[in-house]
């Protein structure tokens, strides 16, 4: 078992990182962030507690990992300028250059469909290839993310790894969802398909398999090797007929 | 004269802010922004002097103007992270933010070719439809400047222009600059020709009509009706003949 890679889940008591971390537990030994809520341990589960903010907090928490998931911050698409700064743009930075002082070569990190949110309000489709367009500072943030995760990756050779990460929900909610659904499976397959992979650097989509998804996912498919188990098109009688 | 529309140059005292102040001052009434350096008013130009990480101070820099040319910032390819996210990242934020309270409809954005220096690192031509690879934190801090900028005006309305300004210089210096070298009068003409452009968003690399350039300017051209008057081959001759 010791021979399993050690992965660091940050903002581990998140909607996300809770699933991400039942999903993974079984293929890593997992050293799990919090910040304010802290849940408690299972098995042989490390644990740190900190705010992403300061760096040296960042240096405790990826040393001696062999990559990191990195989900903490603000996730509101409504977030403050303030707020992302701090929560999403700092901690970022920190996590980056945390993992480059202590050779971690992996970081997933956490980006979102909101860089690319103003397409969809144009009723666009929308691929890696284009221009950002956030819808917030949120989206602004996390393409800030990307980009300097594209220069850990040039100038150190981190591989990394960004997840536009769709509608995380057990299942569709609302017609929206009928496109931009990732359900928890597959979220997890993305998860460890991005710590597997050797590719230097890369931004995909994170959706399911959806008949009606306006964002592609051929890059997750073919960088990845990532093959979505779920479509929301299973919901979409019943929540065509409840809207 | 008074109809002269009022325009604010941040970063005044800088290499581009003082070229672009006398290339301006007969088109343009300006207010001039100074953060350590002052120089003494000339004529009828207004003087402000502060610091842009502090939103009031920005709003009272842009109260009252019809466009701005935001060109402060710590403009060091290999400048630390800590300095691009306060003179950088918050100081362009209260810009937009600024200028969005105070209904000024125009930003001029001093953007860079470091953000996508990556390109150029690896002998690769770069466009503005290219994804960012910035060369640092300094390349990076102006990525997240377009990408707020497209922001506030997809949602804002503002017209703002993101200028990936090449090798600023009197005269081309070194052999990369016969590719990379943007004159004088070709940046003060970019400047005015984005401040009367009627478009909503655009990014377009800011150099001369170099022979050698890998940096489409095509947009520069189509978008702004840019026409460069100076091209680096003129030195050419020289310039290889001294390295």
Same mark, same amino acid.
């Given at each position: ?29 997992l ?7 802290? =849940?408690p %341990?299972?098995d ?30 603000? @996730? ?34 956490a980006?979102?469909?909101h ?19 956030p ?36 299942? @569709?909610?609302?017609?929206?969802? =009928? ?10 397959? =993305? ?6 992979? @050797?590719?230097?650097? %890369? ?37 065509m007929?409840?809207?």
């Amino acid at each position: 078992m010791s021979d399993r890679k050690l992965v660091l889940i940050t903002g581990a008591a998140g909607s996300i990182g809770r699933v991400v971390r039942e999903g993974l537990k079984d293929r890593y030994r997992l050293r799990l962030m919090y910040h304010r809520t802290v =849940l408690p %341990a299972q098995d042989d589960e490390e644990v740190v507690v900190g705010n992403l903010s300061d760096l040296e907090v960042a240096e405790r928490a990826v040393a001696g990992v062999d990559a990191i998931i990195h989900l903490a911050g603000d @996730p509101k698409v409504e977030a403050t300028f303030q707020s992302t700064l701090e929560n999403n743009i700092v901690a970022t930075y920190n996590i980056y250059e945390a993992a480059r002082r202590h050779g971690v070569g992996k970081v997933i990190f956490a980006s979102t469909n909101h860089v690319s949110g103003y397409y969809e309000l144009d009723g666009m489709p929308a691929s890696v290839e284009m221009p950002i367009r956030p819808d917030g500072y949120y989206g602004a943030s996390k393409a800030y993310g990307e980009a300097l995760g594209r220069f850990y990756s040039d100038r150190y050779g981190l591989s990394i790894i960004c997840l536009r990460i769709g509608s995380f929900l057990e299942r @569709p909610r609302h017609a929206r969802n =009928l496109a931009t659904w990732l359900s928890h499976r597959d979220c997890v397959q =993305l998860m460890w398909r991005g710590i597997e992979s @050797p590719v230097p650097f %890369a931004i995909v989509y994170g959706i399911s398999g959806n008949d009606r998804r306006y964002w592609d996912i051929s890059g997750a498919q073919q960088i990845l090797g990532y093959e979505p188990e779920d479509n929301a098109e299973a919901y979409a009688k019943e929540i065509m007929g409840n809207e």
